[in-house]
């Protein structure tokens, strides 16, 4: 009964289905950020540097290498955090306390939320320096497009880390009501259950005589006061 249906999980400890957990939105969600991410830092690392008319590698990006050093992080961190984030779905059924799954529920919308930010001023970045590259920078356009790959799976990433962040509010909200578990169920403690309780109930009579009484016998003799 130990977090029965809470933020979105089943039973605690109940058998991993691999098949179901791979068909989830959440899921698929996580695989497409972490395939992004993939061509994104890919992309920079690998063609994202020029060295043209020197022997100094300059970015493709308008030679800012601030836009290469920020792609490239942000792409990677997303990378290890999707893996991170898939372990921690896997897991999230295992977790028996309430409290520990709604850390990892509410982990998940912050860093989620923040991540679908910087991609957005990834690929607002990207694409302004892009913009601003002249032909004479990229000679027989060198770069060009891995340079478009970054900017067009920036831009993917958004929506994913920011479909990421509504399913994530979505089991949070499903986790909010905590009126069927006890206070054993939400610190994580195995529930006590109490000794069974008998009551007994007593005929009620419907005429009780007064305590200390007895009845009196008509027939005994009465005594009189004499006169004198």
């Known amino acids: 009964m130990d977090g029965v249906g809470s933020f979105g999980a089943g039973r605690a400890g109940a058998a ?55 792609g490239t992080t942000i792409g990677l961190i997303a990378f290890l955090a999707c893996i991170f984030f898939i372990i921690l779905d896997i897991k999230f059924q295992q977790i028996s306390s309430i409290k520990d799954r709604k850390k990892a529920v509410m982990l998940d919308i912050g860093f989620s939320g923040f991540w679908a930010f910087l991609w957005f001023v990834c690929f607002c970045f990207l694409a302004n320096q892009w913009q601003r590259t002249t032909p004479d920078e990229l000679p027989l356009n060198q770069g060009a497009d891995a340079a478009r790959a970054a900017i067009t799976f920036s831009f993917f990433s958004i929506f994913t880390w920011a479909g990421s962040t509504v399913r994530a509010v979505q ?33 009620n009579d419907t005429y009780q005589s007064p305590p200390f009484t007895e009845n009196l016998d008509s027939t005994a003799p009465t005594y009189q006061v004499p006169i004198y």
Request: net charge negative.
């Open 16 to 70: 991993f289905d691999p098949f179901a957990f791979i068909q989830q939105p959440q899921t698929i969600l996580r695989i497409l950020s972490w395939i992004f991410s993939i061509v994104v830092f890919g992309s920079i690392i690998n063609e994202g540097y020029v060295n043209h008319g020197s022997e100094r590698l300059y970015c493709v990006f308008n030679k800012n290498n601030n836009a290469c050093n920020y």
């Open 171 to 203: 089991k949070y909200l499903l986790g909010t009501d905590m009126t069927l578990f006890t206070t054993e169920h939400i610190d994580g403690n195995p529930p006590v259950q109490p000794y069974p309780t008998v009551t007994t109930t007593e005929p």
